[in-house]
């Protein structure tokens, strides 16, 4: 009879808190559910709908090619200029999509989190992979783009999902650390995008690592997106510009930032539900 | 299977605020314990009422059990799959269509997307929204989106159900809904904890009922006696009263020793089942002889609705009585099926008419008491849960029957020529 029955224990937790991943997975539908109601309501009402998914990274590219590529001339590695900056900006606007929704997700969820339990990490979690669609369309401009400039993609390629990855458990991280932040002191939702903005610029999305000698290249490869920008091209575009050095670095200070943002967190997460 | 939960908790909101600004917390500051030494034990199947006014620590309570909020202190124990209602439609988002908010709102709740799937038409069949449940819920009145929230909520089959004043909102229909869905879930064998400011509901719903008062356990029993309990807080009146030689209430005639209610069996109770005769007993002393005299009382309910008015003379042993001096005992006797639920007081006067002015000795307030119905079926309620109006609720006798039956045979054969007549009680 009391073979499997669920017992529950609820007591106080101090300090640093376990992740308890596998609540996580039981969770998953849920996770599911919430990226999936993310998505829908995004493209309800909407005039344009999935286009949007487009528009950003698309316009970005051509703004860029105009100014960076064609009046400051800066240099894209031996492919052309367009392609060069939206193969970069199609991860970077998952990125900072993921970003900006997952530094929010528990105050616009505050609701939620009040009347009903949950892990909180479902919260951050959902909001990242909620840019998983945006993402596809956009890449399935990047492919169209390729056949027009008539480069093919290269064996690296099956790199890409790990690189996609890459570029998640940066939001994630970083994510982690904000909407935490953000419940405390809410002027954290204003600071986001200007950090951003920042951000964008200290990636390689508009210009290559390559301008930069080599050991300041692989420290430069701290910021993890530079791993993810350099990989998607190297991976789609073929630039034969080495950068596996520089992923390593990319992907260390991810997963630093990823596991650190989990644990605070976690050890902030009994507050969240007065405080927020 | 027992849930066992002993508690300590507290919610130091401005603590928490202190540390989070970085300010030292200094003796300025002030510790709210939003519970306080709180411990019990709910066995499997029980369905327990947590009633108190505001701010007593009854959401807290069922916060900490849903795991929102974490306790400072103490543990929780529980056994047997959680399901929390503190809201109703926690989650609907309203460009989604009613469909998509079942299937959201669902898993949510804890539910698996496959139970969802099975439950989906028994949901959709509870909430009466089927011609409605593609639109976007922004659309629905606000009695619609109610239903289909509750409808989801209340196929929620958890081991332990946790409810908190969700029938605060909602019309007298919806409330009559939720009750009736609750009552089913304490059938199954489900343990329940409900906590509501509705008297009547936590009375027919519940077996036991528990009572907080910032954030400690002021009662904890049978739920009429705790109801009732919290009914008269405030006030000093119990079932029973009595005085000392020099400060009871006398005049030159006669003087009281002592009010009481009880029951058949001379029990001093402050609880009736309204089925039941009640007593109210009134000792007294005559002091002067030969004066009319007669006791009697008045019962008003809890609006202050004087029902009616009582006094011995109708005794017959008491006709034209002039009593001598001495010790005595009177009791009115109100009977069973009589009276309505609720609370109600009882004045007693001793009224003795020597010359004009009459004089009485007055006690007003002098007992309350509580009647209550178990909704058990053989009372005027029957098994009805809700609202019963009237001031008073006598067991009536109804004869039916059939006028002027026209010449012809039912199917069955039955010649109906002959007339029926039912009668019945209600």
């Known amino acids: ?32 559910f919430l990226t999936w109601r993310d998505v829908k309501v995004r493209y309800k009402q909407t005039a344009l709908g999935a286009a949007w998914a487009i528009i950003q990274p698309f316009f970005t590219m051509i703004v860029f090619s105009l100014f960076f590529g064609r009046l400051a001339g800066v240099p894209s590695d031996g492919i052309p200029y367009p392609i060069f900056s939206y193969a970069a900006l199609v991860p970077w606007t998952f990125f900072a999509h993921g970003l900006a929704q997952s530094s929010d997700s528990l105050v616009n969820s505050a609701n939620l989190v009040k009347k009903v339990y949950f892990p909180r990490l479902v919260m951050p979690i959902a909001s990242v992979t909620g840019g998983a669609v945006d993402f596809a369309l956009a890449f399935l401009v990047l492919l169209g783009m390729m056949l027009y400039f008539g480069i093919l993609p290269t064996w690296n390629i099956i790199w890409l999902p790990l690189l996609l990855l890459l570029a998640l458990v940066t939001s994630l991280g970083v994510g982690l650390w904000l909407t935490t932040l953000n419940v405390q002191y809410r002027d954290v939702r204003y600071v986001v995008p200007f950090l951003t903005q920042l951000w964008l610029f200290a990636t390689p999305v508009a210009y290559p690592s390559s301008l930069l000698p ?15 920008v350099e990989g998607f091209r190297w991976a789609l575009l073929g630039t034969n510009n080495t950068p596996k050095p520089v992923i390593l670095a990319s992907s260390l200070a991810a997963l630093l930032l990823l596991v650190s943002g989990a644990m605070y967190f976690r050890r902030l997460e009994k507050t969240f539900a007065d405080v927020v | ?36 030494g709180l411990s019990f034990e709910v066995k499997r199947g029980e369905v327990v009422g947590i009633i108190g006014r505001n701010g007593a620590g009854k959401s807290t ?32 988002h309203p460009e989604l269509t009613g469909r998509e908010n079942i299937y959201l709102n669902g898993a949510i709740l804890g539910m698996r997307k496959v139970e969802i799937e099975s439950k989906f038409d028994e949901i959709v069949a509870f909430s009466g929204v089927e011609k409605f449940i593609d639109t976007p819920v922004k659309h629905y009145s606000s009695g619609m989106y109610l239903r289909l929230a509750f409808a989801v909520a209340a196929h ?82 119990t079932g029973e009263v009595k005085w000392q030689f020099d400060n009871a209430p006398a005049n030159d005639v006669a003087r009281l020793i002592r009010i009481r209610a009880c029951d058949e069996q001379a029990v001093t109770r402050d609880s009736f089942d309204i089925r039941k005769p009640i007593g109210v007993e009134i000792e007294y002393q005559v002091v002067k002889p030969n004066i009319w005299f007669t006791p009697s009382i008045q019962v008003a309910n809890e609006l202050g ?22 010790l005595y005992r009177s009791t009115c006797w109100i009977p ?16 003795g008419f020597s010359r004009p002015p009459h004089k009485g000795v007055v006690v007003h307030d002098a007992v309350m008491f509580h009647v209550y119905d178990n909704i058990e079926g053989d009372s005027v309620r029957g098994r009805t849960t809700g ?40």
């Open chain 1, 1 to 32: 009879m009391t073979s499997n029955v669920k017992v529950t224990m609820i007591r106080p937790t101090s300090g640093w808190v376990s992740l308890k991943l596998r609540e996580l997975w039981e969770y998953r539908e849920l996770l599911y």
């Open chain 1, 214 to 228: 080599e050991p300041w290249r692989t420290l430069y490869g701290l910021n993890p997106m530079v791993g993810v």
């Open chain 2, 1 to 36: 299977m027992r849930d066992s939960l002993a508690d300590i908790a507290t919610a130091p909101l401005s603590r928490l605020m202190h540390f989070l600004r970085r300010q030292p917390v200094t003796g300025a500051g002030e510790t709210i314990w939003a519970l306080d």
């Open chain 2, 61 to 92: 309570l069922l916060k900490i059990l849903s795991r929102i909020t974490e306790p400072t202190q103490g543990y929780a124990e529980m056994h047997g799959r959680v399901g929390s209602l503190l809201e109703v439609g926690t989650g609907f």
């Open chain 2, 156 to 237: 929620l089959e958890p081991e332990i159900l946790l409810v908190d004043e969700v029938l605060a909102v909602g019309d007298l229909e919806f409330q009559k809904k939720c009750l009736g869905k609750m009552q089913d879930v304490g059938k199954h064998g489900r343990t329940v904890l409900f906590v509501s400011h509705n008297m009547q509901a936590v009375s027919s719903l519940c077996h036991r009922a528990i009572l907080l008062d910032g954030g400690k356990i002021a009662a904890d029993g049978v739920v009429e006696e705790v109801v009732s309990k919290y009914l008269r807080w405030g006030t000093n009146t």
């Open chain 2, 305 to 326: 609705v004087l029902l009616f008015n009582s006094a011995a003379q109708i005794d017959p042993d008491w006709e034209n009585c002039y009593p001598e001096p001495g």
């Open chain 2, 336 to 351: 069973g099926n009589f009276l309505a639920e609720g609370l109600l007081t009882v004045r007693v006067t001793l009224w």
């Open chain 2, 387 to 426: 609202g019963y109006p009237g001031v008073v609720r006598p067991k009536l006798e109804w004869t039916t029957e059939m006028m002027d039956p026209p010449d012809r045979k039912t199917p069955s054969g039955l010649d109906l020529k002959s007339g029926l007549s039912v009668r019945t009680l209600f």
